[in-house]
């Protein structure tokens, strides 16, 4: 093979060499070993109900705030304080129910493992395992699937 | 009388009770059958220390003053456990990564281990809490007067405060038997946990009794019930709107500052599991104790005298009933109520005074004593022994000092006012990494001041610390500075507006102050552990550089850890270092794990100072912080460089297996070729040898075939030469043995030159397009080889074009000294796979309708590159394209080989 071959091939991948790095610098500006931006759908769940766990308290906040706008005695249709203490027992049950319910859906380990900003030190292997990638979604969904067809 | 010696006796049966399920627990865990003693139930029970015997029995004598108003205190709590997951999480995540004893241990860490703030929270929580204790010594030995009272026995002042003596001591001494077993905090109470526990059942239990009494015993049902509630004096929704939500605020505040919650809900806490569970059914457990709180209240109010105590109607009640029974179970409740109260409060205030009141007085005592040998762990131990002790008697003496009256019954909410100071610069902390040391000092102080000034002094009634005249006219005539009218403000709730006033001035201060400081390196790298905990484990250093000795570290260790728990710590960091032995390198990283070790025992600010009398202060410096910075900068930018890398690797192991192909290409070729040249050269030799065999055997031949003959053998040895000078031609432009006649010509002469030899002239085969004026420029090259390069080209176009009018388009491009000539003709394209071997030795382009021997472009390229230029395949112009490229003027160097 002649010089002259030799020197075509290099500077063909020079040129490539010269725009190659700028993408990858630019995923890397980025942030490359970034959080996936899409889960897939048992993930997703897990967060939504991390969410509402969140949720829950402003919830039993709001409610319990709403006796303030309630007459007080004397007033025209002052609240009997039955009823009263019934509308606050009322709202604990239903706060306590919904915390049992949460509780129980979150999936063993999620305190540690779906942090709202990623694993830490212990929770490390958390990054790659519940939360899914775009392309690991498929898969689980797939799963899903054959969970429903047993049952 | 008898019944008050079967209730001391029950009392006493109690107690034994306690300590029997303290050292059975004890002794579980030290046998190691801890799983259910670390269940997440036990966990949740012991949160309700909270529920105090204040909450216990005062609960329904807050229902009769002020009706639904006393829920708030459990409301408030409840939506903190509800809502785990915003800080309770992170509190214990961020004491289990960082070994947090307490929370002036959690406040003073977070602001760069000062000390200064420990110092700070643990007077207010002092200050805080003991009122508190005495109050729960108040309420034993009234509930103790209620007895006696009942079963007429002889229970006067002094042998009420003689009762009161006696609990504080049983109780003293029972904190100090399982409070003070251990000095590694984080190695829990065990024992203590399932007391408290129990106690957590037994007053439940208690309270759920006499209301059921109540309800289904007294008042005939649900229905009945609800009827005679709104019958009563409470009977209508009267609760004043700010109160309402300012209360709910205040005991979610005390619930998360109160250093004896913060003592079980953090520091006592086993696993973040056990906050999933304890984040419904604390709420449920607050539920069930406030549950009859009203209807209890009402039938007090319905059965019992007018000017009987509403603080004791859960007592009163049954006794009135004759259900002495029941009001013995009620007793224990409340009994339980205080004592764990008591017990966890002075295990966790003891905690804070050893650690950041008597250690660094010790410290600096002894002096440069950090290295000196000797256990200083009965030195710690001591002091918390002593601290608890000493906390439970001042309690006790402000029951005495106090007279015991109502004004201690309202010290519950001035404690927890007090307290929630803490929380603006414990939520600020972990949540803003902006906040800093000075900021929280102000902001604490702030609080603490107005706290004191606004509710904690004037609580003690008038005449004792302020007159009635400061208390109304204010200090000096000044009345915007009285202290439940502050800035002019009247008529408002004095616990409300104490709250409101050193709240906003609280959080004021310390927002402002840390805006405008500076924090030192220590609390920045604090700050950002804190706030960051879900993102790292701890990983940046408190140490940079340093000249400590390993020997001297190890016996401050062994002082304070014990020297096996010290040896076995230090064999564990060496086997880390890969150095065998017992003396690892006091390497910033071994330093960290150490002063995180020690920090467990006597929390961060002494460990750290402890640490630093060592090593000599030399702690990170801003420096150092941006120096993590930058090795997490390196980090990336060193993976960055790694996929830089395996991409260039990826790109090289592509060229290579192109190159492979092309190889393999090849090799095909020349084994094609090899066919074929022996083909090429045998034909023309075949007939060559035919002819002249019929020349030499036949004698009779005519002149006429001889000469055809002879003609025949002319033009294929001619055919051979022609072959062989190319093959040579080759071989000597490779060689690079060529000799260049470099002349000046304009292009158009050697195009001209190039079609008049390829003999394109004399046919009309080929039509030739050409732009003259681009073509005029002098080339300063060897123009014979050039117009070599031109002939085979057109010559190529000549032989292969498949279109059915041939036409060849010849264009001239200049540009920086550069010539560029396309030769475009309208004939089809080379097939993709085959333009990487067209320009090798011997390819030819599919079936050869005219024979060459498939040497022409291998040898233009060879020309190409002795005149610095090259020809390519100039694909995408629809058809078949070449482009040559050379140098207007070859330089010199070439010139002379």
């Not at chain 2, 840390?514 to 140490?543: D, I, K, Y």
Request: glycine share 8%; net charge neutral; proline share 4%.
């Amino acid at each position: 093979m002649s010089e002259n071959a030799r020197t075509g091939t290099p500077s063909r991948a020079q040129a490539q060499r010269e725009v190659l790095p700028d993408a990858i610098s630019a995923a890397a500006q980025d942030g490359l070993p970034q959080r996936p931006l899409f889960l897939g759908r048992r993930s997703y769940r897990q967060r939504r109900l991390l969410d509402a766990a969140r949720l829950l308290p402003v919830i039993g906040l709001v409610l319990w705030l709403v006796p303030l706008i309630w007459p007080r005695a004397g007033a025209q249709g002052a609240i009997a304080t039955s009823s009263a203490t019934l509308y606050i027992f009322v709202i604990w049950y239903i706060l306590i129910m919904l915390g049992i319910f949460l509780a129980f859906r979150m999936a063993p380990g999620d305190s540690d493992d779906l942090s709202d900003s990623g694993g830490d030190a212990e929770g490390g292997q958390s990054r790659n395992d519940p939360v899914d990638t775009p392309q690991s979604g498929l898969p689980a969904q797939g799963q899903e699937k054959r969970v429903r067809g047993r049952k | 009388m008898g019944q008050l010696n079967l209730l001391v006796f029950v009392s006493l049966a109690y107690v034994i009770g306690l300590f029997a399920v303290a050292f059975a627990a004890e002794r579980a865990a030290r046998t190691g059958r801890i799983k259910w003693l670390r269940a997440p139930l036990v966990y949740t029970l012991s949160l309700s220390v909270y529920c105090t015997a204040w909450t216990f029995y005062g609960a329904v004598g807050f229902a009769v003053r002020s009706g639904l108003e006393y829920v708030t205190i459990y409301l408030g709590p409840s939506l903190v456990m509800l809502g785990w997951w915003w800080i309770v999480r992170k509190l214990v995540r961020i004491a289990r990564t960082q070994r947090i004893t307490s929370i002036a241990d959690l406040v003073s860490s977070r602001f760069g281990k000062s000390n200064l703030l420990a110092v700070g929270v643990t007077i207010l929580a002092v200050v805080g809490t003991t009122p508190y204790i005495a109050l729960q010594l108040q309420s034993v030995t009234q509930s103790f007067s209620v007895f006696a009272e009942a079963s007429d026995g002889d229970f006067d002042q002094s042998s009420q405060s003689a009762a009161a003596l006696w609990i504080a001591i049983v109780l003293a001494f029972f904190t100090i038997l399982f409070g003070t077993r251990k000095l590694d905090v984080n190695e829990r109470h065990d024992g203590v946990v399932m007391a408290i526990a129990v106690e957590a059942v037994v007053k439940l239990i208690a309270l759920l009794a006499v209301g059921v009494f109540v309800v289904w015993g007294l008042s005939g049902g649900i229905g009945p019930m609800m009827e005679k509630i709104d019958a009563s004096e409470i009977g209508t929704w009267d609760v004043n709107a700010g109160r309402w939500a300012g209360l709910t605020f205040l005991a979610a505040a005390a619930f998360l500052c109160l250093p004896r919650m913060f003592h079980v809900m953090v520091v006592e806490n086993e696993s973040e599991r056990h906050l999933r569970m304890a984040s419904w059914a604390f709420p449920a457990y607050l539920m069930l104790m406030s549950l009859f709180v009203v209807p209890i209240a009402v039938t007090g109010l319905d059965l019992l005298p007018a000017n009987s105590n509403p603080d004791m109607f859960v007592l009163t009640i049954p006794l009135s009933q004759g259900q002495s029974g029941l009001a013995m179970l009620s007793f224990l409740g409340g009994l339980s109520s205080a004592t764990s109260m008591v017990i966890v409060a002075s295990i966790a205030l003891s905690t804070m005074v050893s650690n950041h009141i008597v250690m660094p007085v010790w410290l600096s005592a002894t002096g440069n004593g950090a290295s000196v040998s000797g256990d200083v762990r009965h030195v710690i131990l001591l002091s918390r022994r002593i601290a608890i002790a000493a906390i439970v008697m001042l309690a006790y003496l402000y029951y005495q000092f106090s007279g015991g009256g109502s004004a201690l019954a309202a010290i519950g909410l001035v404690s927890f006012v007090g307290l929630a100071q803490i929380l603006p610069i414990m939520i600020g902390g972990i949540f803003w990494r902006g906040a800093t040391r000075i900021g929280a000092l102000g902001g604490l102080s702030a609080g603490f001041f107005i706290w004191g000034y606004t509710l904690f002094l004037p609580s003690f009634g008038e005449g004792m610390i302020f007159s009635a005249e400061v208390l109304t006219q204010g200090p000096f005539g000044m009345s915007w500075l009285a202290p439940q009218a502050l800035f002019g403000i009247e008529g408002l709730d004095p616990i409300l507006h104490c709250l409101l006033w050193s709240m906003l001035l609280n959080t004021a201060a310390f927002c402002a102050l840390s805006l405008v400081s500076f924090p030192r390196p220590l609390e920045r790298l604090q700050g950002a552990q804190f706030v960051n905990v879900f993102q790292h484990g701890g990983s940046a250093r408190s140490w940079s550089s340093t000249l400590a000795q390993s020997e001297d570290l190890m016996i401050m260790a062994q002082r304070i850890l014990g020297a096996i728990e010290a040896q076995s710590l230090f064999r564990r960091e060496a086997a880390v270092q890969g150095i065998a032995g017992l003396v690892p390198q006091p390497t910033p990283a071994f330093l960290d794990v150490l002063e995180r070790e020690l920090s467990g025992s006597v929390g961060a600010a002494t460990a750290h100072a402890m640490v630093g009398q060592i090593v000599g202060g030399a702690s990170v410096s801003v420096d150092d912080l941006l120096a993590v910075a930058d090795e997490s900068a390196q980090m990336l930018e060193y993976s960055n460089k790694l996929e830089m890398q395996s991409a260039e690797l990826q790109r090289t192991a592509g060229q290579l297996r192109r190159a492979n192909d092309k190889l393999t290409q090849i090799s095909v070729q020349k084994d094609g070729f090899l066919s074929q040249i022996s083909h090429e050269l045998r034909t023309p030799m075949t007939s060559i040898r035919a002819f002249s065999e019929i020349l030499r055997d036949s004698d009779d031949m005519e002149p006429k075939d001889k000469a055809r003959y002879a003609g025949i053998i002319h033009s294929e040895t001619l055919r051979l030469t022609r072959l062989l000078d190319d093959l040579l031609d080759l071989a000597v432009l490779e060689d690079g043995r060529v000799s260049l006649n470099v002349t000046l010509r304009p292009l158009s002469e050697v195009i001209d030159a190039a079609i008049d030899s390829a003999g394109v002239l004399g046919q009309d085969t080929l039509r030739i397009k050409r732009r003259a004026p681009r073509e005029d420029v002098l080339v300063r090259t060897d123009v014979d080889r050039l117009a070599q390069v031109f002939i085979n080209l057109v010559s190529n176009t000549l032989k292969y074009c498949d279109a059915p009018e041939p036409e060849l388009n010849i264009r001239v491009y200049r540009l920086d000294g550069q010539i560029t000539v396309d030769f475009v003709d309208n004939g089809s394209a080379i097939d993709p796979k085959m333009r990487d071997v067209i320009f090798e030795k011997f390819s030819r382009v599919g079936e050869t309708k005219a024979g060459g021997a498939g040497l022409g472009l291998a040898i233009c390229r060879e020309i190409m590159a002795r005149l610095e230029g090259d020809i390519i395949y100039l694909p995408g112009q629809g058809s078949c394209a070449f482009r040559v490229q050379f140098p207007a003027e070859l330089s010199l160097k070439t010139e002379n080989v």
